[in-house]
């Protein structure tokens, strides 16, 4: 009888054992370390003067990052596309201007975007595996390029960096 205890009882060690081990694991491996996770809101519409700064540091330089833009829009954006203009301000004050253009739906006006309401969530990702070279503080500034103002339809723009 005290043997079958004592077998017990170590079935049950190792099963807690390899359960703690389990979460342990998932634990460390479904975190995310986000450099950069702003988001800038808009009650009625983006104003075409409106420049979005998001400010992050980088320390790791040897690290690849995930860069990517989650934008909102309701069903009265009106076009298909969405055109950014951006600048990048890198720590030894080097800047890199570039336009970026999104589309948000098919031709049949069919949004790419996630969501069941009237609002609909798309992700954009620039670079899967971006690696920063230079260490230290860089600034991203973002206006809107449709023209429109403001620009109504848009709920929020978000952009997120987090260390793969």
Known sequence: MTDILIVGLMKIKKLILSFAVMMTVMLFTSCKQYVCDKYYYFEEGWPIEDTLLYNFN???????????????????????????FTKTIFPDNAQKIDTLQFILSDEE?????????????????????????????????????MR???????????FVITQN
């Open 58 to 84: 980088i320390e790791d330089t040897d690290a690849r990052y995930k860069v990517k833009f989650n934008l909102r829009v309701s069903n009265e954006y009106k076009y298909r596309n969405m055109f950014l």
């Open 109 to 145: 006006g069919n949004s790419y975007g996630k969501g069941m309401s009237a609002n609909k969530e798309l992700e954009f990702v620039l670079d899967e595996a971006a690696q920063f070279v230079q260490h230290g503080h860089y600034s991203f500034e973002v206006l809107q390029g």
């Open 148 to 158: 429109d103002n403001p620009l109504e339809g848009v709920n929020s723009l978000g």
